[in-house]
């Protein structure tokens, strides 16, 4: 179906086309400057309607007769879920990769000569290509390039948390197609990474729109790591029974193991790495996709630009690298804005590795130096005793008051002075590698300062230190945080290239003179944790939306997830692209009785109208 011919305007466009009655926060401004032809960069987070801030300029401009737009998308599965929802939106898109035969990308090609299409989407690798700047070229010559979009454009930073040397090249376009607007978007982005994006994309002029990084609806939790795959079955079980989620871990091993030991615990779950077959890791993606409830164990290779908006939590079984990764990932909870959970196990092994692996590196010096200074604004994160929203919002530069819905916020930690012990701790360090001419590991350390007798401590002759059995009555629980938290604040230093040995840096020199407090939170016991929990904290996603439903809204609200699974299954599209669950919600409590009435509904659009309104009556009447 071809798009409205009447929808010219920006709000007409929001209307007429995706169905919506009015535009969120920035999005009308960001429209209509790059529907006017100017450039932006817009950082907006997940879920805040970044994809609509170039389809809607795209779609308007194409109106004016100024030609198609072209998409710059780094991943196949995001071209693919885009172009799917926009034609199921009645709008012309299509895609350029290597999922189509010559064939079919020939047709692509033709198609987009002949204006016959609004939007194309292609990887930053293809635009660059002689062909297709070639193709380029002809429109341009002949007015009909209407604009460039630059999609998760923190890619082309070195800074950023997904750098992709091809983004560099993109330069490109304000070089060969000059007047030609552009827009860059990113939900994730620093103040260093977002002058790395202007200066590599010439952008330097653009007006430039960051939206708040707040998601209301994410609870954020974090746990210490202690058995963490028996705490991710408790979370799980405790709290998003049934719900779709994703589980990131480091390692593709890892991942198997995880999604296999779900799948015993009867949780829906699946594996996703690079390593899979690819068509087994395409498989598992589709189900996550079109199906309710399955949980993706996955590394980081899995999740840009998957648009499911149901997915209930997002769960780190690993550190990730720095705030704006942990960021990302976590925003692909909750993307319909209903109540989701960002739930993380963290412990002292996950700071020894992500240091280790920035000291490992090969990259230049100043760039280990950028990615340590962001990591340890993720450790503050993790270590925080007061409100984790704050705490990650003012890492993007955004003051804020504590949420009321993280985890320290709803069970505040019980906090207690450990400077004492730290003092001891550190003096263990000093005297082993002053003894020994060399450091130690944690377990040493933990062993000398609590008096233990062990074969290693005698072989050394450690028992002899004026510092051994300092603490003997410190347990390995108490001294275990307070490791991580002298390693993640900078005070003691992980030498990896030496079986991770201990080591003083100038950062405990005040603690050591009594100058510097450390506190600490008390270690909670699993029954004190699972009291904390008691609820399903985040909220069901079927509970949230059956909640506003009395009993024959309910019979609605299933009858019409009924259809929508058969719908999908013959489309060959995930459910949520033909309606989101809110959108069925809202026509389930409304209950339209005419096409006209379904018509005002937020969410249903024209092309959808035509297509589904008269099933969707049909639905209602039988429930």
Known sequence: MPDSPQASS???????VFGYPAFRGQQQAIIERVSKGHDALVLMPTGGGKSLCYQIPAIVRQRQGL????????????????????????????????????????????DLLAGRLTMLYVAPERLTTARFLELLQRLYQQRQLALFAIDEAHCVSQWGHDFRPEYRQLDILSQQFPGVPRIALTATADHLTRQDIAERLQLEQAESF???????????????????????????????????????????????????????????ALPYHAGMDASLRQANQDRFLREEGVVMVATIAFGMGIDKPDVRFVAHLDLPRNIESYYQETGRAGRDGLPSHAWMAYGLQDVVNQRRMIDDSPAEERFKQVQTGKLDALLALAEAIDCRRVRLLAYFGEPSQPCGNCDNCLNPPDVWDATELARKLLSTVYRLQEKSGFGFGAGQVMDVLRGRDTDKVKQYGHDTLSTFGLARGAS???????????????????????????????MARPILRGEQTVLLRAPVTPSARRRASGTRSAGSRLGVLAAQLDDAGRQRFDA????????AREHGVPAYMIFHDSVLAAIAEASPDTLAALNGISGVGEAKLERYGRDVLQQLELA
């Open 10 to 16: 920006p709000l007409q466009v929001l209307q007429q």
């Open 67 to 110: 030609g198609s737009s072209i998409v710059v998308s780094p991943l196949v599965a995001l071209m693919h879920d885009q172009v799917c929802a926009l034609q199921e939106a009645g709008v012309a898109a299509a895609y350029l990769n290597s999922t189509l035969d010559f064939e079919q990308a020939r047709q692509v090609e033709q």
């Open 476 to 506: 390995e629980a108490e001294l275990r945080p307070l490791l991580r938290q002298l390693i993640a604040t900078g005070a003691l230093l992980v030498d990896a290239s030496r079986f991770n040995t201990l080591h003083l840096t100038p």
């Open 210 to 268: 960051v939206s708040s990084f707040d998601r209301p609806n994410i609870r954020y939790t974090i746990v210490e790591k202690r058995d963490a795959l028996a705490q991710l079955k408790r979370f799980i079980e405790d709290e998003h029974e049934g719900d779709a989620g994703v589980v990131y871990c480091l390692s593709r091993k890892r991942v198997d193991e995880v999604a296999e030991a779900l799948v015993r615990a009867g949780v829906d």
């Open 560 to 567: 019409l997830k009924r259809w929508r699974a058969d719908t």
